[in-house]
């Protein structure tokens, strides 16, 4: 989970560290480290989220998150513990 400008990036990888390279090149503003989840299946892990977050979606994997939202995303353990708790 990677956070921009108040948005927040919802994507899976193999190499988070290449990703947030890649990403930080075609962005004007500071992205930082939110959250990582480690999953086996990190494509449901992910559809699970963006289902999730429909109603705050704004474009491609970008959503925007109210304050209470975002608190909760960040000290989640898992994905599963994240939408039992919404």
């Known amino acids: 989970m ?3 400008e108040g948005f927040v990036k919802i994507g899976f990888a193999t190499s988070v560290s290449a ?3 890649n990403l930080q090149i075609g962005c004007p503003f500071e992205l930082k480290l939110m959250n990582v989840f480690k999953s086996d299946d990190i494509v449901e892990m992910e559809r699970k989220l963006h289902r999730e977050l429909v ?7 970008w959503f925007k998150l109210p ?3 975002m ?10 513990s ?5």
Do not use: K, M
């Not at 994240?82 to 919404?86: G, P, R, S, T």
């Open 19 to 21: 990703r947030l390279s």
């Open 71 to 80: 608190e909760r995303l960040l000290l989640a353990e898992t994905v599963d």
């Open 82 to 86: 994240f939408i039992l708790n919404v």
């Open 2 to 4: 990677v956070c921009c």
């Open 55 to 61: 109603p705050y979606w704004h474009r491609g994997e």
């Open 67 to 69: 304050d209470w939202l």
